[in-house]
Nanobody
Framework: QVQLVESGGGLVQPGGSLRLSCAAS????????MGWYRQAPGKQRELVAR???????NYADSVKGRFTISRDNAKTTMYLQMNSLKPEDTAVYYC????????WGKGTLVTVSS
């Protein structure tokens, strides 16, 4: 059974921080490249960070230096530490493998506003 459950979103002021979590089923997590995606209102979903099973990471230019992706393979859980948040980071954040599976979780809403 495929499971992707995102959590940790909320309302934060510009410059603030949030830590997102993704609880995934082993079938989608184990040995796969995993990623955090986001979809802002009126925009297409985009990949913001990815991590291999061995821990190699890549980031979109828009978040580089501010976001940190990590994973716990034993817990099949992935994280996204977001610092120095900007209003343009406002979006629903999703986790999935790469390439993405057909199934998507509900996501977690991040709102950056004063």
């Amino acid at each position: 059974q495929v499971q992707l459950v995102e959590s940790g979103g909320g309302l934060v002021q510009p410059g603030g921080s949030l830590r997102l979590s993704c609880a995934a089923s082993g079938s989608i997590f184990r040995n796969n490249v995993m990623g955090w995606y986001r979809q802002a209102p009126g925009k297409q979903r985009e990949l913001v960070a990815r991590i291999t099973s061995g821990g190699t990471t890549n980031y979109a230019d828009s978040v580089k230096g501010r976001f940190t992706i990590s994973r716990d393979n034993a817990k099949t859980t992935m994280y996204l530490q977001m610092n120095s948040l900007k209003p343009e980071d406002t979006a629903v954040y999703y986790c999935n493998r790469l390439p993405s599976a057909a199934y998507w979780g509900k996501g977690t809403l991040v709102t950056v506003s004063s």
